[in-house]
């Protein structure tokens, strides 16, 4: 499976970004897509994921604010971002879990910078 990430940018603070994560080659194995950022001196923390089944959950830090959705017809994972802060600022990543060729396999898309800064 392939990920690529896009949508990242410059953002005033309360402002808003959408992030997409387009997903390519045997999509049919993945079990759940998330979306995980890290921000300078950092790890890398859970924002928020999406099962094939459609359940999501949310970092607390981002509850009522990122909405996660997918979009089944062009194998993409949205992550919209409202009322975003600077500790929003980070390199956000693209996660799959798949079940080739093991069950639990996990690829990372290369990432997208996002920076809240007025």
């Known amino acids: 499976v392939q990920l690529v990430e896009s949508g990242g940018g410059l953002v005033q603070p309360g402002g808003s970004l959408r992030l997409s994560c387009a997903a390519s080659?045997?999509?049919?194995?993945?079990?759940?897509t998330g979306w995980y950022r890290q921000a300078p001196g950092k790890q890398r923390d859970l924002v928020a994921t999406?099962?094939?089944?459609?359940?999501?959950n949310y970092a607390d830090s981002v509850k009522g604010r990122f909405t996660i959705s997918r979009d089944n017809a062009d194998n993409t994972v949205h992550l919209q971002m409202n009322s975003l802060k600077p500790e929003d600022t980070a390199v956000y990543y693209c996660?799959?879990?798949?079940?080739?060729?093991?069950?639990?396999?996990?690829?990372w898309g290369k990432g997208t910078l996002v920076t809240v800064s007025s």
């Open positions: 999406i099962t094939s089944g459609g359940s999501t």
């Open positions: 996660r799959v879990v798949t079940t080739e060729p093991y069950y639990g396999m996990v690829y």
């Open positions: 080659g045997n999509i049919f194995s993945i079990l759940s």
